[in-house]
């Protein structure tokens, strides 16, 4: 079992910076990719980032060059830095991670941008 906390969500303005922070605990030793999601009210939860245990980033078209995914793996941590917000990243940001193929999720965050 794996237990995901997000942190760092908030309302910010149009053009602006947020970092999301991810802490897992449990089995952290036999996580392997984690990622970003994020979903709307009455949408299906889209890709935001994603990272394997290796490095290896992975990005939506839609945050190409503004948001980055890191990985600290000596805190069990987990990053992504988001710049030029734009009202449409506007979502509920969920933290996720791979267990032994099994997917695990957090509560997750409240993005706001306001234009």
């Known amino acids: 079992q794996v237990q995901l906390v997000e942190s760092g969500g908030g309302l910010v303005q149009a053009g602006g910076s947020l970092r999301l922070s991810c802490v897992a605990s449990?089995?952290?030793?036999?996580?392997?990719?984690m990622g970003w999601y994020r979903q709307l009210p009455g949408a299906q939860r889209e890709l935001v980032a994603t990272i394997t245990s290796g490095g290896s980033t992975k990005y939506a078209d839609s945050v190409k060059g503004r948001f980055t995914i890191s990985r600290e793996n000596t805190k069990n941590a987990m990053y992504l830095q988001m710049n030029s917000l734009k009202p449409e990243d506007t979502a509920v940001y969920y933290c996720?991670?791979?267990?032994?193929?099994?997917?695990?999720w957090g509560q997750g965050t409240q993005v706001t941008v306001s234009s």
């Open positions: 996720n991670a791979y267990l032994l193929l099994l997917p695990y």
């Open positions: 449990g089995r952290i030793s036999s996580i392997t990719d």
